[in-house]
């Protein structure tokens, strides 16, 4: 008679051939590149845990998919052809299998029956509510999160989640359950309360104030540099880029080192009573930033406060486009430029003292729509000689373009009705292209090209690619979300361009601003070669 331990022996072993026959008989239909639905979400969710980021779990087999799926199948040996076959699915539900009871479980014996499960109380892909919009908060208040706190569990959130996880050590699958949550709510309320106390009771600074913090010291800090005169945005409590714009303005006034960090020393000068205001050394008169002396200080981007807003009202009153609010940004900088250039100054978008004495003496030349020919027609802006109609192609954005494109890589941008050229920076690639001028010089051609309008609406351009081939696009100029390159380009956010994609893709993925730019495009390959893309 066998002895119970040999019988125990056997029957384990019994247990694994039967389920490696189940798994090796196992028939998966094959997902592949625009499929969606439960299977897709299924592979997305396992993908994501065991390490390969399909770029959004949203049930759709897109271009993110197809790129985790093919470095899997690299990375397992397998015929790395982004389709997710029998043999690839096999060895792939075999493998989160697996990793145990947290990561899934099968039921029915058979690996076909391979299912995701996660707490009914997890937060996850698609979900939305008060209890995402907490989590968003506690996100960004740890700085893992920029965008805006709507509610909505979209891919921005789950990278934000994704990044928090791998940053503490967690699971970094994109799902909010217990433990993410819980850890994440104490971080959140800890930072709070080191915040809170932070502005001790001897009401001094007790640590150096960098992007991203958040508290009560920072509110102090807001509120003191808006009575100033050198910050104009939310008493909100989170030290972003007004708030460093505005403290660099302040230590280059006060004479201080100009790194925008809100430290000790430059602390107790904001606080003091010699605190030099952003308006205090010219006059408070609402037509002129000279002083009973006639001198002026010198404006430029980056700059906050009374003078530049008086500057900017100035510039408006004759007829440039500027938005008088305080702030010396892009927009400022090009209206200046645009002044210098119909004045015959030095263009160099600055308002110093010989273009402030001018723009304030009565004898300033308007703003006219031949001036503005003349200031974006040329070597001011650096422009290039554009391609000929024939180099022009319409390629098409997943199938051409992103698969020959990498992230940190320059585009060369042509607008063909002005003859402006620029350099835009590759940030990002996902359903269109996430970009930033390259530089400050950049963001002023950009801004030429557009008339000096900040428009959403989209405009057709000429777009050299790395490899050197032209195509067609649209994009607009509005700074929007994160951005990569920081400040030093004067351009407070990120840019996208659009190229050719097929109009059902798009319409299912971006019904929207997608779609508008896809008909922009369109009507614009009509145009110049009279053919018809549908």
């Known amino acids: 008679m066998l002895k119970q331990s040999s019988v125990r022996f056997f029957a384990l072993v019994l247990a694994l051939v039967l389920a490696m026959t189940s798994v090796a008989f196992a028939k998966y239909e094959t997902l592949e590149y625009g499929m969606q639905g439960t299977e897709v979400l299924k592979l997305q969710k396992i993908l994501l845990e065991l390490g390969f980021d399909p770029n959004g779990v949203d049930g759709k087999f ?40 947290n990561a899934g479980s099968t039921s029915g014996g058979s690996s076909s029956s391979t299912v995701v499960t996660t707490n009914p109380n997890t937060l996850k892909y698609g979900d ?70 932070s502005s001790s009771s001897s009401g001094g600074l007790t640590r150096t104030l960098r992007r991203g913090y958040t508290g009560s010291d920072v509110v ?30 302040f230590q280059k006034r006060n004479g201080l080192s100009a790194d925008g960090l ?20 010219s006059s408070s008169s609402s037509s002129s930033s000279s002083s009973s002396s006639g001198t002026y200080v010198k404006l430029q981007s980056g700059d906050t406060g009374t ?73 001011n802006y650096g422009s290039i000689t554009g391609p000929s109609n024939s180099q022009v192609q319409l390629l098409h954005w997943f199938d051409e373009v992103k698969p020959n494109l990498k992230t940190g890589q320059n585009l060369t941008v042509y607008e063909p009705k002005s003859g402006i050229s620029f350099t835009l920076y590759v940030m990002s690639r996902g359903r269109h292209c996430d970009v930033e001028p390259l530089t400050a010089e950049d963001t002023d051609r950009m801004m030429a090209a557009w008339n000096y309008e900040i428009t959403w609406t989209p405009k057709p351009v000429y ?39 097929d109009m059902d893709e798009c319409k299912q993925n971006d019904p929207n601003y997608g779609v508008t730019n896809q008909n922009a495009l369109r009507k614009a390959w009509k145009e110049l070669t009279g053919i018809t893309v549908n």
């Open 62 to 101: 897109g271009r993110g998919t197809e790129k985790a799926v093919t470095a899997y199948q690299k990375a397992r040996g397998l015929e790395a052809d982004g389709k997710a076959g029998n043999l690839t699915l096999t060895k792939l539900y075999a493998e989160y299998n697996a990793l145990g009871d």
């Open 463 to 501: 777009v050299k690619l790395p490899d050197g081939r032209w195509s067609l696009a649209t994009m607009h100029n509005v700074a929007h979300g994160s951005q990569v390159i920081g400040s030093s380009n004067n351009f407070d956010g990120q840019n996208c361009v659009h190229f050719l994609r």
């Open 307 to 379: 003078e530049v807003k008086n500057l900017q009202k100035a510039l408006k009153n004759l007829g440039y486009n500027v938005s008088a609010d305080g702030s010396y940004g892009p927009l400022t900088v090009a209206a200046v430029k645009s002044f210098q250039q119909i004045n015959g100054l030095t263009v160099d978008g600055i308002a110093g003292a010989k273009t402030q004495a001018l723009l304030y003496s009565g004898n300033a030349k308007k703003y006219t729509s031949s001036g503005s020919s003349s200031s974006s027609s040329g070597n």
């Open 128 to 197: 939305s509510g008060s209890r995402v919009t907490e989590m968003q908060t506690a996100l960004k208040k740890l700085g893992y999160y920029s965008s805006s706190i709507d509610g909505r569990f979209g891919a921005g959130t789950q990278r934000a989640v994704i990044a928090f996880q791998k940053a503490n050590g967690l699971t970094a699958d994109g799902l909010a359950g217990t433990k993410t949550l819980e850890l994440l709510y104490k971080l959140a309320n800890s930072s709070s309360s080191s915040s809170s106390s």
């Open 220 to 249: 102090d800090v807001q509120n003191r540099l808006k009575a100033l005169g050198y910050y104009s945005g939310a008493i909100d409590g989170v030290y972003g880029l007004g708030c460093i714009e505005a403290t660099k303005n």
């Open 262 to 281: 809100m430290g000790v020393k430059s602390y107790a000068v904001l606080i003091s009573s010699s605190a030099v205001a952003a308006g205090s050394s």
